[in-house]
Protein backbone atom coordinates (compact mmCIF):
# COMPACT_ATOMS: atom_id res chain seq x y z
CA UNK A 1 0.00 0.00 0.00
CA UNK A 2 1.21 3.60 -1.04
CA UNK A 3 1.41 6.57 1.22
CA UNK A 4 -2.39 8.52 1.56
CA UNK A 5 -2.53 12.23 1.24
CA UNK A 6 -5.51 13.46 3.46
CA UNK A 7 -6.76 17.20 3.28
CA UNK A 8 -9.87 19.35 3.67
CA UNK A 9 -9.56 20.14 7.19
CA UNK A 10 -10.60 23.52 8.84
CA UNK A 11 -12.67 25.64 11.34
CA UNK A 12 -16.46 25.43 11.19
CA UNK A 13 -19.45 26.64 12.88
CA UNK A 14 -21.96 23.78 14.05
CA UNK A 15 -24.50 23.16 11.44
CA UNK A 16 -21.86 23.58 8.77
CA UNK A 17 -20.00 21.42 6.11
CA UNK A 18 -16.62 20.58 5.08
CA UNK A 19 -15.11 17.89 2.61
CA UNK A 20 -12.34 16.08 2.85
CA UNK A 21 -10.29 14.36 0.39
CA UNK A 22 -7.84 11.47 0.30
CA UNK A 23 -5.70 11.13 -2.82
CA UNK A 24 -3.98 7.78 -3.31
CA UNK A 25 -2.35 5.86 -6.44
CA UNK A 26 -5.56 3.70 -8.57
CA UNK A 27 -3.46 0.51 -7.60
CA UNK A 28 -4.45 1.25 -3.79
CA UNK A 29 -8.07 2.29 -4.45
CA UNK A 30 -8.70 -0.88 -6.62
CA UNK A 31 -7.35 -3.15 -4.00
CA UNK A 32 -8.21 -1.95 -0.73
CA UNK A 33 -11.40 -0.89 0.87
CA UNK A 34 -10.96 2.72 2.24
CA UNK A 35 -12.10 4.51 5.14
CA UNK A 36 -11.88 7.28 7.59
CA UNK A 37 -11.32 7.25 11.26
CA UNK A 38 -11.03 10.14 13.77
CA UNK A 39 -9.26 11.13 16.99
CA UNK A 40 -9.87 13.58 19.62
CA UNK A 41 -8.00 14.76 22.30
CA UNK A 42 -7.92 12.52 25.14
CA UNK A 43 -9.92 9.99 23.21
CA UNK A 44 -9.57 6.53 21.46
CA UNK A 45 -9.67 6.79 17.78
CA UNK A 46 -13.00 5.87 16.04
CA UNK A 47 -14.06 4.71 12.81
CA UNK A 48 -16.01 7.34 11.07
CA UNK A 49 -16.99 5.88 7.08
CA UNK A 50 -15.64 3.30 4.87
CA UNK A 51 -16.07 2.17 0.87
CA UNK A 52 -15.19 -0.19 -1.49
CA UNK A 53 -13.72 1.48 -4.34
CA UNK A 54 -14.64 -0.84 -7.13
CA UNK A 55 -18.56 -1.68 -5.43
CA UNK A 56 -18.96 1.56 -3.76
CA UNK A 57 -20.65 -0.18 -0.83
CA UNK A 58 -20.28 2.16 2.32
CA UNK A 59 -20.30 1.91 5.87
CA UNK A 60 -20.66 4.48 8.74
CA UNK A 61 -20.54 4.59 11.84
CA UNK A 62 -23.94 5.40 14.02
CA UNK A 63 -22.72 8.64 15.10
CA UNK A 64 -22.34 10.08 11.50
CA UNK A 65 -24.98 8.04 9.75
CA UNK A 66 -27.27 10.67 7.67
CA UNK A 67 -24.26 13.61 8.00
CA UNK A 68 -21.47 12.30 6.54
CA UNK A 69 -21.02 10.42 2.86
CA UNK A 70 -17.76 9.00 1.63
CA UNK A 71 -17.78 8.92 -2.13
CA UNK A 72 -15.45 8.43 -5.12
CA UNK A 73 -13.68 12.79 -5.56
CA UNK A 74 -14.00 14.43 -7.95
CA UNK A 75 -10.64 14.89 -8.40
CA UNK A 76 -8.75 11.84 -9.85
CA UNK A 77 -8.05 9.32 -7.46
CA UNK A 78 -9.63 10.62 -4.41
CA UNK A 79 -11.84 9.53 -2.25
CA UNK A 80 -14.07 12.41 -0.58
CA UNK A 81 -15.76 12.42 3.29
CA UNK A 82 -18.47 14.77 2.79
CA UNK A 83 -19.65 16.22 6.53
CA UNK A 84 -23.25 17.91 6.51
CA UNK A 85 -24.77 19.19 9.60
CA UNK A 86 -21.35 19.22 12.15
CA UNK A 87 -21.40 18.67 15.54
CA UNK A 88 -18.88 20.05 18.13
CA UNK A 89 -18.80 16.51 19.24
CA UNK A 90 -16.92 15.68 15.49
CA UNK A 91 -13.95 18.02 16.33
CA UNK A 92 -10.87 15.65 15.40
CA UNK A 93 -8.22 14.97 13.52
CA UNK A 94 -9.76 12.96 10.92
CA UNK A 95 -7.17 10.70 8.92
CA UNK A 96 -7.52 8.82 5.72
CA UNK A 97 -6.96 4.90 5.76
CA UNK A 98 -6.52 1.99 3.34
CA UNK A 99 -7.15 -1.48 3.61
CA UNK A 100 -10.54 -0.84 6.37
CA UNK A 101 -11.99 -4.00 7.32
CA UNK A 102 -15.69 -3.46 6.95
CA UNK A 103 -16.94 -6.03 8.88
CA UNK A 104 -15.21 -5.54 12.03
CA UNK A 105 -14.22 -1.34 10.93
CA UNK A 106 -10.37 -2.43 12.26
CA UNK A 107 -7.86 -0.41 10.28
CA UNK A 108 -5.31 -1.20 7.87
CA UNK A 109 -1.77 -0.22 7.83
CA UNK A 110 -1.34 2.85 5.20
CA UNK A 111 -2.51 5.79 6.52
CA UNK A 112 -2.71 9.63 5.48
CA UNK A 113 -0.75 12.12 8.06
CA UNK A 114 -4.39 13.42 9.76
CA UNK A 115 -5.99 16.84 8.42
CA UNK A 116 -8.00 18.65 11.82
CA UNK A 117 -11.37 19.19 12.04
CA UNK A 118 -12.51 22.00 14.60
CA UNK A 119 -16.58 22.49 14.78
CA UNK A 120 -17.02 25.39 17.38
CA UNK A 121 -20.65 25.71 18.86
Known amino acids: QEQLVDSGGGLVQAGGSLTLSCAAS????????MGWFRQAPGKEREFVAA????????LYADSVKGRFTISRGTSKNTVSLRMDNLKPEDTAVYYC??????????????WGQGTQVTVSS
Open 26 to 33: ARTLSSYN
Open 51 to 58: MDWVTTTT
Open 97 to 110: NAGTNMRTMDPGRA
